[in-house]
């Protein structure tokens, strides 16, 4: 086992990655609630008396500090709907009601604007803006969806981008033979090889999303490689059994060294092949992407 396939194991037991595995969707305000239970209800006159505290409901804010919290806390009341589009944020509201400072509050919703959740006019004040505004392929607005009720829309759709996007990354390249990028990536191969025969579920997942990561930023392409994110994010919120890779198994790890060979040799075509089957989806969710047809 290589040096640096050791660290990296050994580093993701000892810290916490912020991903979801099956048990933690719990950990998201928004998993269990129907959209029912929320819909059209006023956010600040909730009943629940955690909400007005962001101390206490820090879920996915993963050590962000009292701006990340807000900005997690209010960036999924946005996206569950429990704040619809051009509700009014009144800062001083919002600042009372979390026990935060103004300052902290301003950051925040500048955050939040920036992602096109919010929209500060003169004489109007900050509003919610409309899903059509909204930047879905920010990193925290999938995670957002991913955890609340549009959750089986945004997984879908996330699986139907990567099998578009990976694909065509994997034959790219295989244009691009370095060797320092062949070794990180058999690297991922092998701890995901060891992680899987320890059940280490989270090291697996991390592998896995630097793996994908990897190939779309050597693909030699500046347009894909700014989708590496999203990539990444689809793999840490998946939730599910929707692809080869959110499935530990042999199958998986197969796939992912004839991608590793194949690169090798530069050999796209098969690079590409091998990560269609990767993509395709298990029976059971088929519904999702479809499985390539055989010509």
Same mark, same amino acid.
């Given at each position: ?32 609630? =129907? ?37 997690? @806390? ?130 697996? =997942? ?10 779309? @930023? ?78």
């Amino acid at each position: 086992m290589s040096t640096l396939a050791h660290t990296m194991m050994t580093a993701a037991r000892a810290a916490d990655s912020g991903l979801a595995g099956p048990g933690d969707l719990d950990r998201y305000p928004y998993a269990e609630a =129907s959209v029912a239970d929320r819909v059209g209800a006023p956010a600040w006159d909730s009943a629940e008396p955690e909400l007005g505290r962001v101390g206490r409901r820090a879920a996915g804010s993963r050590g962000r500090g009292l701006h990340g919290q807000l900005v997690q @806390q209010l960036g999924q009341m946005i996206v569950s709907g429990d704040l619809g589009a051009d509700r009014p944020l009144v800062p001083e509201e919002i600042g009372q009601r979390f026990e935060v400072s103004r300052t902290v509050v301003r950051e925040s919703l500048r955050v939040l604007e920036a992602k096109g959740l919010v929209s500060a006019r003169p004489n109007v004040g900050t509003r919610v803006r409309p899903v059509s505004d909204w930047n879905l392929l920010d990193p925290d607005i999938i995670e957002w969806r991913a955890f609340g009720p549009q959750r089986d829309d945004q997984r879908r759709e996330l699986s139907e981008l990567r099998w578009t996007i990976e694909p065509l990354a994997a034959r790219l390249a295989a244009g691009h033979g370095r060797d320092d990028v062949q070794q990180r990536l058999a690297d991922m191969v092998e701890i995901m090889s060891h992680a899987m025969g320890q059940g280490d579920v989270l090291t697996f =997942s991390r592998a896995d999303t630097e793996f994908h990561s990897l190939l779309i @930023q050597v693909a030699g392409n500046r347009m894909l490689e700014h989708l590496s994110g999203i990539v990444s994010a689809a793999l840490q919120v998946s939730g599910g059994p929707v692809t080869g890779c959110d499935r530990p198994n042999e199958t998986s790890l197969t796939l992912h060294s004839r991608i590793v060979d194949a690169l090798a040799t530069g050999d796209g075509a098969a690079a590409e092949t091998a990560m269609r089957q990767l993509l395709t989806v298990h029976p059971e969710v088929e519904r999702v992407v479809p499985a390539p047809r055989e010509h």
